[in-house]
């Protein structure tokens, strides 16, 4: 079976696929993820095929509009913000989906951005359309929607927030998405619901049951699957300069914040540097997309390294708490101070606390040294934190996340 897996956004939103495609090849299916060119040599270096879509997620997070997103200080003034950014991209990306289906396939995978695309094209070309989640993005009574950093507004609060929040983003999907519709011959269908999807479809979620159980009121064909673990680069062997940080003393420290573009990197360096040395402890600093910066005696910092290798060498994990360093912090047992931006990074960092393996979430917009020091002193310095992260890593290695996946695709003969 053709496979074609499409995802947009940054590499936390294609890696997890590129662990799926090569265990849907190792069961015999061809497989193509369609993303943006940025990631295509990370892609093919596993020799899955490969299909561009347009846009540069770096680019567009260093914009102006993608440094108004990261500066809101309350939700409403995010989702704004992201309606404007979306709305003027979405165009683009959909027909760069549009042409990546037109070069063939049996059944499309959509990620959470693609997917309202994927359903109207698999509808038009007769093909079974399958979404494949990274977030938890359907309304239910057991927790709020995820931008709205809330704990909880009870049961039905919660659903009523999650049916409001659908209303404001059908204002991203709906201009591309019933343009795409128009132009494929397909009936117009009635926004209002989670990205104006049909009812009643496959949604398959990679994440684990552990983390977030699976909602009682959630509708049939969503499953909580299991994370999807991004494959290992192959032939990639670790910078002996950093082997020899790593040996020369206890586990550091990693402090890094991903896909996240800060305006002033050098700030956010200085500071980093500083909670560091207030913690007493020795760090790796991820340079990420922002270009972080931090070295001394018991610093290092670092480019690109796959977190299924750090991780499990460090004391503890400093992230943004995007789905992907999350799901990579648990997978490695050892806490975390999360330390969210924006969007569904606050709904993780909520998780971590909840789950036992982090202390409160620090907002990104109010983070200083002092606070981030006393943050990583906890995260190092409580037995319960490290034992629970250690139980719950032990409970996610059991888990076989893309089985789930490969079942579904069974199904469809």
Avoid at 1 to 17: C, Q
Wanted: with cysteine.
């Amino acid at each position: 079976m053709r496979v074609l897996i499409v995802t947009a956004g940054s590499w936390g939103d294609v890696a997890p696929y590129t662990g799926l495609g090569l265990r849907l090849r190792s069961a015999g299916h061809e497989v193509v993820i369609a993303t943006h060119s940025r990631f295509e040599e990370a892609v093919t270096a596993h020799g899955l095929g490969f299909r561009g879509l347009p846009l540069d997620p770096r680019e567009e997070l260093a914009s102006a509009a993608g440094q108004g997103l990261a500066k809101a200080v309350s939700p409403p003034v995010a989702m704004a913000r992201v309606i404007r950014m979306a709305r003027e991209f979405m165009p683009r990306l959909t027909r760069g989906v549009v042409d990546a289906v037109g070069q063939g396939a049996d059944v499309l995978l959509g990620s959470t951005l693609t997917d309202p695309m994927c359903s109207a094209l698999g509808e038009a070309l007769a093909l079974p359309a399958l979404g494949v989640y990274l977030q938890p993005i359907e309304p239910t009574a057991a927790f709020p929607p995820l931008v709205t950093r809330a704990r909880s507004f009870g049961p039905y609060g919660n659903r009523v927030a999650a049916q409001a929040l659908w209303t404001v983003t059908d204002r991203i999907f709906a201009p591309a998405v019933s343009a795409l519709r128009s132009e494929l011959g397909l009936a117009p269908r009635k926004f209002g619901g989670p990205l104006g999807l049909p009812r009643g479809r496959v949604v398959l979620h990679g994440f684990s049951p552990r983390v977030v159980r699976r909602p009682a009121d959630w509708p049939e064909g969503h499953e909580v699957c299991g994370y999807w673990w991004p494959a290992a680069a192959p032939g990639w062997r670790p910078d002996p300069r950093l082997s020899a940080f790593l040996d020369a003393g206890p586990p550091p420290v990693f402090v890094g914040f991903g896909s996240f573009v800060a305006a002033d990197a050098e700030r956010l360096s200085a500071l980093v540097a500083e909670a560091l040395r207030r913690a007493r402890v020795r760090g790796v600093v991820q340079s990420g997309w922002s270009g972080l910066h931090a070295e001394g005696d018991d610093l290092l910092t670092v480019r690109e390294v796959p977190h299924d290798w750090l991780f499990p060498r460090t004391a503890a994990v400093v992230h943004h708490a995007g789905a992907g360093t999350t799901a990579a912090g648990l997978r490695a047992g050892v806490p975390a101070v999360p330390v969210p931006v924006q969007l569904d990074q606050h709904f993780w960092a909520a998780r971590l606390t909840a789950l036992g393996v982090a202390g409160p979430p620090l907002r990104y917009q109010r983070l200083t040294a002092p606070r981030l020091a006393a943050a990583i002193a906890t995260a190092t310095g409580t037995p319960a934190l490290t034992t629970r992260a250690r139980a719950l890593a032990a409970d996610l290695a059991r888990e076989d996340g893309a089985a789930r996946v490969l079942t579904a695709l069974q199904r469809l003969g």
